[in-house]
């Protein structure tokens, strides 16, 4: 589209040169140019002789000086034939919303980067509206060589800022004395706030034009004038020294590199933080802008930066600005000097379960079958206790007690009562050899016991009588010493290495653990909500823009929101939190960099500067410069490294065995308050018991059992 606006733009140029060549010559053959005109023919001539054109020009003019530029003039003008635009404007034409042909001429002249601009336009007004459009749209390039008629409502108060801006204008004032006073902007005294025209020469008929003087360049050298640069505080780019009380950072070291390399001292100051720092900017770049909520063509700027400089309040300004391009529609942004890593700062948990240390060496389905086999094991020796009874004494009625019906006839309860049978259990006292003796696997409860105690390293009372049992239990100590050695290694490298973190790294895990994202400016919530990828999207309409910094590690660390910025800003927040409230130790960076984001400074729209910026900043990455000055603001921000392992055992890992001994407790107070409930409620409510003489239940339990 755009080249077929630059073809419709050359074709009408091209006819209305045909036409003007023709009209002109034979306009000129009946109405004779007037001494104003006949003068400023050949001066223009001639200013076009010393621009020395290479590529093309224009011609912008009213009817008036439309006579002026005929085939004579072409043709005698440059020292080559190049090619040119002339553009024929009507006097009753609007010059700050020009028709659509006036439109396609000027990204015709912008396509084809003319040098020199002839805008000989008699009325002020119209000139005036005409270079405030140019500058807002920048239809034309501000930097270009211009030609005006001088003319006091050009140089009104509010037509400052074009000025400082358009620094190859020349100005052509008519004199009675049938000479022109060449005159231009006086750069960089137009910085300091006051427009003063610079007189080159008083040109008469007959007289040359010095080219190196009429066009000298006013950028290389600002004879030391003091620029404002509007900053924010913003690591690492920009950051307050206590210890020399002045501004340092990479954009603070470019800054007074370029002051040297252009011979200007740049003054930092930092903008009132208000509500009025927050405006918008339309689509069309006229702040038609709704206030209500981002519509597609609509966007928030929040940066207090750009105001300034949009505000011309501030040639420069540094702070960590990135190249969003709703930017440039108030200001000039600077080729990138950095990329910044962006990302997230997040919450960080930790998965410190030191009270589980004991239980951790082995999965759950490991102590199950630790447990199950606890119990099979311990069945087992009592079941070949068991048979070994049966087929080497012919008897086991000592055994599966619980599971034998009771045949025996009960007791009378009338004999619980007679005093001689009380007096027989409480004499009783069996006589030697008259009880068979038991192995340590005849009672159920002790075989349980004994293999436990056997896992536990714990030596058996003494080695069973039988030899089956014998067998068995060697075969079983091999077995609790394999299991024994593994849960042994896997206890220890659980205390050699630190205790595992919960991190958020992608933004897919932002999005599941449901924190809510923030950001400082509403240009980032833009960004994602611009983005072709769903999970940014999604990212974007979850963001929510804070303006209060004060407590934002603290909401972090709690996992109130996640904050989006660079990683060096997101080291500082973090180290700065640590080394006060322990805050620090709480927060994670994302590992994933979610873009690499432009970092650029901004200036004046249509800045003359830019070009000499822009090669300075090439010359100061290419040696290097830019790269260790980030190194030495960034030295003390160290990045995130994981923990050491170190095998340290403390107070923390071992808080596993007290609550082993906690548990050990509880169970064993339980137990006892069951023996206290059965003693209560069982043992002294059978008949048989005393409470003087307890020895009598207790010699009838021996001798009836069942």
């Not at 003087?213 to 004879?223: E, Y």
């Not at 025996?408 to 009783?428: E, H, M, N, Q, T």
């Not at 075989?447 to 079983?476: E, K």
Request: charged residues 20%; positive net charge; glycine residues 6%.
């Amino acid at each position: 589209m755009r080249w077929l606006g630059v073809l419709a733009g050359v074709c009408i140029s091209l006819t209305l040169v045909a036409g003007s060549i023709s009209n002109s010559s034979s306009f000129s053959t009946h109405l004779p140019l007037d001494p104003y005109e006949l003068h400023l023919k050949p001066l223009l001539q001639r200013i076009l002789w010393a621009a020395n054109v290479k590529r093309c020009f224009s011609v912008i003019t009213d009817e008036i000086h439309y006579s002026i530029y005929d085939r004579r003039f072409f043709e005698a003008a440059g020292r080559q034939v190049v090619p040119f635009f002339v553009l024929r404007i009507n006097a009753s034409e609007d010059l700050l919303r020009p028709t659509r042909r006036v439109q396609l001429i000027l990204e015709a002249i912008k396509a084809s980067d003319c040098e020199l601009n002839l805008i000989t336009i008699l009325n002020g007004w119209q000139a005036q509206r005409f270079v405030r459009y140019i500058y807002e749209t920048r239809s034309l390039v501000a930097q270009s060589k211009f030609i005006l008629l001088h003319d006091s409502r050009l140089f009104e108060r509010d037509m400052l800022h074009l000025w400082s801006v358009f620094l190859g204008t020349v100005f052509l004032k008519w004199q009675l004395e049938n000479r022109f006073i060449i005159s231009t902007i006086a750069f960089p005294g137009i910085l300091s706030g006051v427009l003063v025209l610079k007189n080159i020469a008083n040109w008469e008929m007959g007289k040359s034009v010095n080219g190196r003087v009429l066009f000298a360049d006013k950028t290389s050298n600002l004879k030391g004038a003091s620029l404002p640069v509007a900053i924010s505080e913003h690591v690492p780019m920009v950051m307050w020294l206590n210890t020399t009380n002045s501004y340092q950072g990479v954009e603070v070291e470019i800054m007074n590199a370029l002051g040297k390399a252009l011979n200007f001292k740049p003054i930092y100051y930092k903008p009132n933080q208000s509500e009025s720092a927050e405006w918008e900017l339309g689509g069309d770049g006229y702040g038609n802008g709704n206030s209500d909520g981002y519509s597609e063509n609509e966007t928030r700027i929040d940066s207090m930066l750009i105001e300034e400089v949009a505000s011309h309040n501030a040639r420069f300004a540094i702070g960590d600005l990135h190249q969003f391009q709703v930017y440039l529609q108030s200001v000039e942004l600077s080729l990138p000097h950095n990329f910044d890593c962006l990302t997230f700062l997040t919450p960080e948990s930790s998965t410190d379960n030191s009270w589980q240390t004991f239980i951790l060496p082995f999965s759950g389905g490991m102590w199950a079958g630790v447990l199950l086999s606890l119990f099979i094991v311990g069945t087992v020796f009592y079941g070949i206790s068991f048979l070994n009874a049966i087929l080497t004494k012919g008897r086991s009625s000592g055994f599966f007690r619980c599971l034998r019906r009771n045949h025996g006839v009960p007791l009378d309860p009338k004999i619980y009562r007679r005093l001689s049978f009380r007096i027989a259990i409480a004499r009783f006292r069996p006589l030697k050899g008259s009880r068979s003796p038991r192995d340590l696997f005849d009672d159920y409860a002790n075989c349980i016991l004994l293999t436990y105690s056997m896992l536990l390293y714990v030596a058996l009372p003494r080695m069973p009588r039988n030899w089956p049992l014998r067998v068995l239990t060697g075969w079983y100590w091999i077995y609790c010493i394999l299991l024994v050695a593994t849960y042994r290694a896997s206890f220890t490298a659980i205390l050699a290495n630190p205790a595992a973190r919960v991190t958020i790294d992608t933004l897919e895990e932002l999005l599941l653990s449901h924190i809510p994202p923030s950001a400082g400016v509403s240009e980032n919530r833009q960004f994602f909500l611009d983005a072709t990828d769903e999970v940014a999207q999604k990212v974007g309409q979850k963001m929510e823009v804070i303006s209060q910094m004060e407590d934002l590690t603290a909401r972090i660390a709690k996992g109130q929101c996640a904050y989006y910025d660079n990683e060096f800003y997101l080291r500082y927040l973090r180290v700065a939190d640590d080394s006060g409230s322990g805050i620090g130790s709480t927060l994670h960076i994302m590992k994933d960099c979610v873009v690499n984001m432009p970092v650029v400074l901004a200036m004046e729209k249509n800045s003359p500067l830019k070009r000499r910026v822009d090669s300075s900043i090439q010359h100061l990455a290419e040696g290097g410069l830019i790269n260790k000055w980030l190194k030495d603001a960034i030295q003390r921000l160290p990045a995130e490294a994981p923990a050491q392992q170190e095998a340290l055992m403390n107070l923390q890992k071992f808080w596993s065995s007290f609550v082993a001994l906690g548990i050990g407790y509880v169970v064993s107070i339980v137990i006892l308050m069951i023996e206290r409930w059965h003693y209560r409620h069982i043992v002294m409510k059978h008949p048989m018991f005393d409470v003087y003489n307890r020895s009598l239940y207790y010699n009838f339990k021996r001798l009836y059992p069942e």
